[in-house]
T-cell receptor, first 115, second 115 residues
Framework: EDQVTQSPEALRLQEGESSSLNCSYT??????LFWYRQDPGKGPEFLFT???AGEEKEKERLKATLTKKESFLHITAPKPEDSATYLC????????????????FGKGTLLTVNP | EAGVVQSPRYKIIEKKQPVAFWCNPI?????LYWYRQNLGQGPELLIR????????DSQLPKDRFSAERLKGVDSTLKIQPAELGDSAVYLC?????????????FGEGSRLTVL
């Protein structure tokens, strides 16, 4: 069974204190890994897509990296406005049924950045 | 450009009552998703449409849940009768290409409370 595990469940940082969030996965036929940000009371907002090991994507203070077993979301010098839940999702190929892929989300990491 | 629009934002009902949620996707997006998100969890797919066709409804509890997407645009998700365990946020998302993308655009969700 496909599994996506995010750690830690919650992370509290001081403004400017860099850190990383982890997303480990056990899937067969990984097609892509995606990072989303979710603010309270809102739907998830797409951040990055990673397709192959060694790939990196950056956006402002965020950088996502991918290995064969996990992905990291690095946050450099975070600000209070970076506080949110960060969700990781993996897309896998399916070989049966009416659809040919499936997107599975992790439980997320709740990030709080204090001023 | 308008995003994914969902209504109602909040709904409180007694158990065994029916409830319906409506979603208007981003114009031109042929793929529409309904997800359920419980507190502290990641979104879980209920059903995915490509145009008018439901291509993945394997996780939809068909005894009480139903969905439709008439004319390949708006969609409605119905629960009848609702149970206490159905309390959750119901998220609608859309994407431009059904296959091969994990870049979903989410609405703000409909929060259901079943008493």
């Amino acid at each position: 069974e496909d599994q996506v595990t995010q750690s830690p469940e919650a992370l509290r940082l001081q403004e400017g204190e860099s850190s990383s969030l982890n997303c480990s996965y056990t899937v067969s036929g990984l097609r892509g890994l995606f990072w989303y940000r979710q603010d309270p009371g809102k739907g998830p907002e797409f951040l990055f897509t990673l397709y192959s090991a060694g790939e990196e994507k950056e956006k402002e203070r965020l950088k996502a990296t991918l290995t064969k077993k996990e992905s990291f979301l690095h946050i450099t010098a975070p600000k209070p406005e970076d506080s949110a839940t960060y969700l990781c999702a993996v897309q896998v190929r399916l070989y049966s049924g009416g659809s040919n892929y499936k997107l599975t989300f992790g439980k997320g990491t709740l990030l709080t950045v204090n001023p | 450009e308008a995003g994914v629009v969902q209504s109602p934002r909040y709904k409180i009902i007694e158990k065994k009552q029916p409830v319906a949620f409506w979603c208007n996707p981003i114009s031109g997006h042929n793929t529409l998703y309904w997800y359920r998100q419980n507190l502290g969890q990641g979104p879980e797919l209920l059903i995915r449409y490509e145009n008018e066709e439901a291509v993945d409804d394997s996780q939809l509890p068909k005894d009480r849940f139903s969905a439709e997407r008439l004319k390949g645009v708006d969609s409605t998700l119905k629960i009848q009768p609702a149970e206490l365990g159905d309390s959750a946020v119901y998220l609608c998302a859309s994407s431009l290409v059904g296959r091969g993308t994990g870049e979903l655009f989410f609405g703000e969700g409909s929060r259901l409370t079943v008493l």
